[in-house]
């Protein structure tokens, strides 16, 4: 069969296309992480979602939430690719792991004296 090759959608594409189903005006930070969308909105969205054949699933938090699930947990960060995101908020966030960072290595230096 010739032709053009079939291709798949890039995680950005995906991740970008959810965003605009969910609402762009209403999402402060969207990435991946497999078959897994990451949104962080106020607005309430589906949980889940087909993007060209593919069933993708939705994990939404509040934005508040989230910076509050990020002191327990970084790693709700950390595993996705993040590819949308609202400047002021991303900040917030990079600042709050940068702060969590400093002081995890702080307590590791008092913990080897």
């Known amino acids: 069969m010739k032709g053009r090759p079939v291709e798949l959608l890039s995680d950005k594409e995906i991740v970008l296309q959810v965003v605009d ?5 209403d999402v402060m930070l ?5 078959n897994e ?3 962080v909105s106020k607005k309430e969205c589906p949980t889940e979602v087909t993007i060209d ?11 508040e939430n989230y910076v509050s ?6 790693n709700v960060f950390r595993d996705y690719k993040i590819f949308y ?9 990079l600042d709050l792991l940068a702060s969590l960072e400093a002081y995890r290595l702080s307590m ?3 913990t080897s004296e």
Request: glycine content about 10%; charged content about 30%; overall charge positive.
């Open 108 to 110: 590791d230096f008092k």
């Open 85 to 93: 995101f609202v400047k002021v908020y991303m900040r917030k966030i």
């Open 53 to 63: 054949g593919n069933r993708l699933m939705i994990r939404r938090y509040d934005p």
């Open 37 to 39: 969308v990451l949104i």
């Open 69 to 74: 699930l990020l002191y327990e947990n970084d």
């Open 21 to 25: 189903y969910v609402g762009k005006w």
């Open 30 to 34: 969207a990435g991946i992480k497999g």
